[in-house]
């Protein structure tokens, strides 16, 4: 297992969570995961499984609920 979460993810993998081709989109979705990577000379980026794994734990932990909903009352007449 700890294996696996040093291993670094693969030009597909990375393909595959980001849903894109071009390395600097696929930078972009991974700021926005809170993904930590480096880049390589072509700019592709790169980084591990466990880099990847905590930043959706992490991220899965800080979204709070939008409790302004109920702060609305509906009045029914």
Known sequence: MAE???????DEDIQEITGL?????QCRALDKLGVKYSKRR???PRTTW???E?????KQYTVEPDFSVFAKEKQYG
């Open 42 to 44: 072509d700019g592709k």
């Open 4 to 10: 696996y979460l040093n291993s670094c993810l693969t």
């Open 54 to 58: 905590d930043a959706i734990q992490e």
């Open 50 to 52: 466990r880099l990847y």
């Open 21 to 25: 081709e071009q390395p600097a989109a």
